[in-house]
């Protein structure tokens, strides 16, 4: 059932994200088009246009990752707990399964969108040579992050990286869920719920940054006061790591506290338009 799940989401939504990504790209290309035709961006006296073209793609490229991101969300709120979720809630599924079969297809458009991104800015960014070389040497930079000897430090950036679409995805599910819990206006209630889950978890990151600021700034001072190279190296990735190490528990405490948040409001507590 998940795979049915996952393959509807997936069909129904891949001809509305092709398009905006298409348009995105084609927006980039067109704009680096007029850019070079305008002179470019490497010189001192670049035209203002050519700034405004490049600005103008930004927001494109933009525009085009936050809507993948909250269309997922939105998606996940019209299809469960709107009057569409009449239909949802009655297919022989659990809130399990209904979590994880649109979670995941979001999740899989985030890390596209992700790397649609990188392709975007560099056609902007980057000539045709500097492009060929950038590919050439990416799958050696790739390589060398895994490796039997990787430090700690690079495993908890990695580990990071793959878990915040998840993270993301399950944020917004669960702005959806107490969304729901309101009696009318719930689109505004779900909007209003992701503000202040967000400032929420703001607030308890600078609590827990304060706690843990008397290690780190004892180890800035430590570095301070070093005047071996390699030592100093060692201590400001020790700095790094604890930092990272806290900030990967954080949100792997907030996902899991979201998700269950979420698979109760749908079990226990649906209601629907």
Known sequence: MLRKIFKYEWKTILPLMLGIHGVGLA??????????????????DASIMAIMLLLAAIMAIGCVVFYTYFYGGYR???????????????????ADLLIWGKGLTAVIWIVIDFLWAIVAICILV???????????????????????????????????????????????????????????????????SFI?????????????????????????????????????????????????????AFSVICTVGFYFLCRYVLEHKLNLE
């Open 27 to 44: 927006v980039a290309i067109f704009c680096r088009i007029g850019i070079d035709l305008m002179g470019g961006l490497d010189r001192p």
């Open 76 to 94: 996940f709120y019209k299809t469960v707990f709107t009057q569409q979720g009449y239909l949802t809630n009655t297919l022989p599924v659990t």
């Open 196 to 248: 202040g889950i967000d400032f929420i978890q703001q607030v308890l990151a600078l609590i827990i940054m304060a706690i843990t600021a008397p290690h780190i700034a004892n180890l800035s001072y430590q570095v301070r006061k070093m005047t071996d190279t390699t030592y100093v190296q060692v201590m400001a990735t020790d700095i790094m790591t604890s930092a990272i190490g806290l900030s990967l």
């Open 126 to 192: 980057l000539s045709p040579k500097d492009a060929a070389e950038v590919l050439r040497g990416l799958p050696h930079a790739v390589a060398s992050l895994f490796h039997n000897k990787m430090p700690l430090f690079t495993w908890l950036l990695v580990t990071t990286t793959l878990i915040t679409p998840f993270c993301m995805v399950i944020q917004v599910y669960v702005a959806a869920a107490i969304g729901n819990l309101f009696t009318g206006h719930k689109l505004l209630a779900t909007i209003g």
